[in-house]
């Protein structure tokens, strides 16, 4: 990561301390990419210098990933078409709710683990303790 001070006073933009840019190359399927990342903030070089940034960066997309993409592709969220009254926040209350309920239970993939329970109820029974196993 690299972190600049010298575009903050050139640009508009009320707060701004530091420019960041992130170049991530990465591996998939064989085929090796790269690619760059920008961000601004509002923490000065005093608060955060590169380090820092970096490790909220990752700290960011680690909620996203276990949180956000989880609700958005396992759960699918997006494609719910609940949107009267609370039911939208109470459905919403209800997937965090599994969610943390799985991982609690020592799940890390949480799309196997909702099959499972859909495959084998028993189970979900026992973890819910409505049943013994």
Known sequence: MEVS???????????LQ?????TR?????GQ???EIEYAITSAPRSLAGAAQL???WRDHW?????????????LQEDRCRIRRGH??????????AAVSFLRLQ???NLAAALRDCVWKPQRLFAMLGIFKK
């Open 54 to 56: 970096l490790a909220w």
């Open 25 to 29: 190359t990465t591996c998939r399927r």
């Open 62 to 74: 680690g909620i996203e990933n276990r949180s956000h993409y989880v609700r958005d592709v396992t």
């Open 87 to 96: 039911a939208p926040q109470n459905f919403a209350a209800l997937r965090n």
């Open 106 to 108: 020592g799940h890390t």
């Open 32 to 34: 090796w990419t790269t």
């Open 5 to 15: 001070t010298r575009l903050a006073s050139r640009l508009e933009w009320p707060g």
């Open 18 to 22: 530091q420019v960041c840019r992130l």
